[in-house]
Nanobody, 121 residues
Framework: QVQLVESGGGLVQAGGSLRLSCATSGNIFSINTLGWYRQAPGERRELVATITSGASTTYADSVKGRFTISRDNGKNTVYLQMNSLKPEDTAVYYC???????????????WGQGTLVTVSS
């Protein structure tokens, strides 16, 4: 069984920084793409950033230049460094693993339980 566990959320003032981590567990051979998504109250879940196993990254326009995604392939862990935070960044942040290869095959998608980030003005 593959699980993702996020950590690092919390309350921060506008202009501050937070670093989110997402640790994986289970017998994992590889993960194609790891990503962060977020969902604000009353809003749809939206993509924040993704990173492939080859370190190619994508970012939402709203976070470009402020957030940095990185991963440790050896640990199958993904991070999100968030700087210059704004109140509109307030949301539950979810970790996502796309195409997880395990001994018996490939899991298409796995989600974490989410971690709350609150940015006060």
């Amino acid at each position: 069984q593959v699980q993702l566990v996020e950590s690092g959320g919390g309350l921060v003032q506008a202009g501050g920084s937070l670093r989110l981590s997402c640790a994986t567990s289970g017998n994992i051979f590889s993960i194609n793409t790891l990503g962060w998504y977020r969902q604000a109250p009353g809003e749809r879940r939206e993509l924040v950033a993704t990173i492939t196993s080859g370190a190619s990254t994508t970012y939402a326009d709203s976070v470009k230049g402020r957030f940095t995604i990185s991963r440790d392939n050896g640990k199958n862990t993904v991070y999100l460094q968030m700087n210059s935070l704004k109140p509109e960044d307030t949301a539950v942040y979810y970790c996502n693993a796309d195409r997880v290869t395990i001994p018996v095959g490939t899991i298409r998608e796995v989600w974490g339980q989410g971690t709350l980030v609150t940015v006060s003005s």
